[in-house]
């Protein structure tokens, strides 16, 4: 679990070094986020898991904001205008009463943006960060991922980027979450599905019904926590049935066709289950550790291929650790 505060002592000073590092402000902020997996089904805006691929953001003081970028989306990671991290971070020093030292960025992204990975999660975390640092605002870590829901809505994708693995989450009152941070027991090797075209939260959110029966919660209830026993208790034989959703996935899937197939090969092929990554329109597939995982990327391309959906496929497992510096 991240201290925010224990990352400033991780370099010891001297006297000297303190009072001149205390005249010029505080120093450069290296932070690594990790991609977050929301919703997992059942636990629609309750649950997430921290996924190992990141967004890497090396900041400094400067005269004026610039930014380079490499990696996955570059384009949209060094663009100044309305870039997540810079409004954030420029919002929470204003709304503080701080002055706003230009920062300069430079930024590594593997995290696919607007595709239902935590991306926007990963970057207003980074802006809170850099305010709570560059600002001396000294916030709590519960401070921090509070801020980030209360942006976010809700408090999942916050909470599992901030400390990794398993996190279940609700937010309580304008700007409190409260979280429980889980580790999962045994090996869960993972699949994400990303297709080619981004989906906007509010229009997957758009097609969500007003009300649900008694019976569709129920169903949601009962799934959401056999899930967390299936990840606490290293059961896989829970997977397909704990991932059954009626609340947000099947009202979703015509916007996110990569779901109803690679549901298709649920029990099959080293498919565990399969899950709608946040709104969508990435899927992720829990995978038999038992069987390949090359062989069951294969098998599932295939089979995407089949059904003329392209999606580029990843490998990747639960992060057990979330940001760092």
């Known amino acids: 679990m991240p201290s925010f505060e224990r990352w400033s002592r991780q370099i010891k000073l001297t006297p000297m070094a303190k009072k ?25 805006d309750a649950a997430a898991l921290a996924l190992d691929l990141y967004l890497t953001v090396d900041a400094r003081p400067a005269e004026e904001f610039s930014i380079a970028a490499t990696g996955r989306d570059r384009e949209i990671c060094q663009a100044i205008e309305n870039h997540l991290i810079l409004t954030t971070y420029r919002e929470v020093l204003s709304g503080e009463g701080k002055s706003v030292v230009p920062l300069v960025l430079r930024i590594d992204n593997d995290i696919p943006i607007g595709k239902g990975c ?25 401070q921090i991922v509070g801020e980030a829901s209360r942006r976010e809505h809700h408090p999942d994708n916050a909470s599992a980027c901030w400390w990794g693995g398993l996190t279940v989450a609700r937010m309580s009152g304008y700007a409190e979450a409260q979280v429980a941070c889980v580790r999962p027991k045994g090996r869960w090797p993972l ?3 990303i297709p080619e075209q981004s989906l906007a939260t509010e229009k997957a959110r758009a097609v969500l019904p007003a009300q649900y029966s008694r019976a569709d919660a129920v169903v949601n209830i009962q799934n959401s926590m056999l899930l967390l026993a299936a990840l606490t208790q290293g059961r896989h034989d829970f997977l397909s049935a704990s991932l059954e959703d009626r609340i947000h996935q099947p009202y979703r899937a015509p916007l996110c066709p990569l779901l109803p197939c690679l549901q298709e090969l649920t029990g099959t092929n080293g498919i565990l289950g399969v899950a709608l990554s946040g709104a969508g329109p990435s899927v992720l597939a829990f ?39």
């Not at 986020?33 to 997992?40: D, G, I, K, R, Y």
């Not at 999660?121 to 640092?133: D, K, P, Q, S």
């Open 20 to 44: 001149k590092k205390s005249a010029r402000g505080p120093s450069r902020l290296r932070l690594t986020l990790p991609a977050t997996s929301a919703n997992l089904g059942p636990a629609f």
């Open 118 to 142: 935590g991306s926007s999660a990963a970057a207003r975390l980074a802006g809170i960060a850099l305010a709570n640092h560059f600002g001396r605002l000294r916030w709590t870590d519960a």
């Open 191 to 193: 699949l994400l599905a």
């Open 287 to 325: 995978l038999d550790p038992e069987v390949s995982a090359l062989k069951t990327r294969e098998l599932a391309s295939a089979h995407l291929s089949g059904q003329q959906l392209p999606a580029e496929l990843l490998l990747t497992s639960i992060a057990r650790r979330g940001a760092r510096s």
